[in-house]
């Protein structure tokens, strides 16, 4: 059963990776997951004037691209404790 667990996740990860590759190697190919608005070159998207979240006060761009999410959870707990508390102290 563990072994169908993985292949799911390598699966569902090529689905989600392969059209973004798609995207960023051929301009024409088609924007299914709408990764093209208000989205920087690095994956980041960009808050603009209209949204609610221009209130915030140092919120300029936050990832919306999961690998991210993913590698922060193979990090250790203290270290992502360490990585919050110090932005929010001298970013916040």
């Not at 390598?10 to 997951?33: C, E, K, S, T, V």
């Not at 709408?34 to 994956?43: A, D, E, I, L, Q």
């Not at 221009?54 to 691209?65: C, D, E, H, I, R």
Request: with cysteine; hydrophobic share 50%; net charge positive.
């Amino acid at each position: 059963m563990k072994q169908a667990r993985g292949k799911e996740g390598i699966i569902l990860g090529i689905a989600f990776q392969l059209p973004l590759f798609m995207i960023n190697i051929f301009p024409w190919f088609p924007d299914i997951y709408g990764w093209k608005v208000n989205t920087c070159s690095t994956g980041a998207w960009y808050v603009t004037a209209d949204s609610p979240l221009a209130s915030l006060v140092g919120l300029a761009t936050f990832q919306k691209n999961p690998l991210y999410a993913a590698i922060f959870y193979m990090a250790p707990l203290n270290v992502l404790f360490g990585a919050w508390l110090l932005h929010t102290l001298f970013e916040g």
